[in-house]
């Protein structure tokens, strides 16, 4: 996926956002770090543009809500979280970049949680790689990609890689 | 992303690196104590062990409540009602504490070494909360990161560390952290009171209070330790107020940006009046604020991983 597929994807998945929460009031967006902060950033410019209506945009980090904190010698880095609204009674979309196990959604969806009482909450990815390890199912999907297990989803985005790109590529496998 | 290190015993010889990896962190941590439900799941199922030989109000509290915002369940010890006044030693205790299956012992003891002495006759990780004179480490590194959030840089920024250097295990972390950091540190107090090593730490020594405040940027203000002052080091506390104690007068010609630290607990009237201890200057409250957070950076990077279920 280049430059211009993106965008239109975006584009369409935000047009579909406002189809579906037809009154957009109690619309809020969270975009997930580190690429879906981007990824939803521009979704939240494009339902402006359509809506001519700004919505509420947060910023969440699940790196302390993760279930394999106690396997893993190496910690993330812990990103800042931002949610500068009340997020009771709204609607919320996720965003992210890639779907894939379904762990760091069950992680958000935790996180947000401990947040307040949202009304609903959907999910929106630019790639669902498959693979799903919980049932976790995303309302709203870029591009569906079939992919085994040693392959990698790319993405890439312009605020932080330099370039819109999505790619599939095959692990280097280190056994 | 990783500590080079599996303990917390001091700031001497801690790399760079893994000072402003605890730092990082602590920014991300302190914005859960704003949340609603200021708790975040990750230490669940950890065990860790408070061990207090010395009285403690905020470091305890501290790292208790840091603790508990991770979801670790806490332990509390305190030496007076615990089985050490039975005559146990503390490697029995230790080892009988390690074989209740506890990961993590936060530790302040009077004796200089006792973190480094569990460190090897046991598994946990150890976070040394204050060793008799020697280290305080998370405290400094709270005091760090206060003056990162003000200052940003630390480079060069001029820190003069006032009161009874000779017991202070705070003086002595901060020295070493601030240093790592880059800054340019200076110690003033009264002579007795001053270690004769400090010059091969690489700090300046002032007896002067006015020469030393003269262009710092940060004053330091250690609590005169009334309970190590039975030696006579000091002639009397009114005098070392005269001398060293810091008051709005004491203040009338230092930079605008100038700011004010205390490990706490403060002697009102004594090293710091209550006025400037209240002041413009102080962030002396933002260092509590800020303990929690550099807390729970501590904890969160010493406490995952668990080298037998990684299966490296």
């Not at chain 1, 935790?110 to 995303?138: C, N, T, W, Y």
């Not at chain 2, 506390?237 to 930079?255: A, H, P, S, T």
Request: net charge neutral; hydrophobic share 40%.
């Amino acid at each position: 996926m280049d430059e211009k597929a993106m965008e239109r994807t975006l584009s369409r998945m935000a047009h579909e956002m406002v189809e579906r929460n037809k009154d957009i009031e109690h619309l809020v967006i969270i975009g997930m770090q580190t690429r879906g902060v981007k990824l939803a950033q521009r979704i939240v410019q494009k339902v402006l543009e359509i809506e001519k209506r700004p919505i509420p945009f947060g910023i969440l980090d699940i790196t302390l809500y993760r279930d394999d904190y106690r396997a893993k010698l190496k910690q993330p880095q812990v990103q800042v979280t931002d949610i500068p609204f009340a997020i009771d009674h709204t609607n919320i979309i996720l965003v992210d970049d890639v779907l894939y196990t379904g762990r760091t959604v069950r992680a958000a969806l935790d996180e947000l949680m401990d947040f307040g009482r949202p009304q609903s909450i959907q999910l929106a990815v630019l790639i669902d790689r498959g693979h799903r390890e919980l049932p976790i199912k995303a309302d709203y999907v870029g591009s569906e990609v079939t992919t085994s297990q040693n392959e990698e989803i790319s993405v890439k985005v312009k605020e932080i890689d330099g370039e819109d790109r999505v790619d599939l590529v095959e692990l280097e496998t280190t056994k | 992303m990783i500590l080079s290190q599996k303990h917390l015993l001091g700031l001497k010889g801690m790399p760079r690196q893994d000072i402003d990896l605890i730092l990082n962190h602590a920014v991300s941590f302190k914005e859960i104590l704003e949340r609603p439900i200021k708790k975040v799941p990750t230490l669940r199922g950890k065990t860790i062990v408070n061990l207090f030989f010395e009285n403690s109000t905020r470091t305890r509290i501290s790292f208790e409540l840091a603790e508990k915002r991770l979801s670790g369940d806490t332990i509390n010890f305190s030496a007076n009602t615990s089985s050490m006044k039975k005559g146990e030693t503390l490697r029995d205790t230790a080892r009988n504490i390690e074989a209740m299956r506890i990961e993590i012992i936060v530790v302040r003891h009077p004796a200089v070494g006792v973190p480094y002495f569990l460190a090897q006759c046991t598994k946990a990780t150890i976070i040394n909360a204050g060793d008799g004179t020697n280290e305080h480490p998370s405290q400094a590194l709270l005091d760090i990161f206060t003056l990162k959030e003000k200052f940003k840089e630390l480079k060069d920024l001029r820190v003069v560390i006032i009161g009874d250097i000779l017991h202070s295990r705070v003086a002595r972390s901060n020295i070493w952290g601030l240093k790592t950091m880059g800054a340019r540190v200076a110690v003033c107090g009264p002579s007795t009171l001053l270690p004769l090593e400090m010059k091969e730490f690489g700090v300046d020594v002032y007896t002067d209070l006015n020469r030393a405040i003269a262009d710092a940027d940060v004053l330091y203000i250690l609590r005169l330790q009334m309970e190590r002052q039975n030696s006579g080091l000091l002639p009397s506390l009114r005098e070392y107020r005269e001398r060293f104690g810091i008051n709005k007068q004491r203040l009338k010609k230092v930079k605008p940006s100038l700011v004010i630290l205390h490990p706490g607990p403060i002697n009102r009237g004594l090293e710091l009046s209550s006025e400037v201890a209240d002041g413009e200057f102080s962030l002396i409250l933002d260092q509590v604020t800020n303990g929690v957070a550099v807390r729970m950076a501590i904890l969160y990077l010493l406490g995952g991983g668990d080298v037998e279920s990684s299966g490296v």
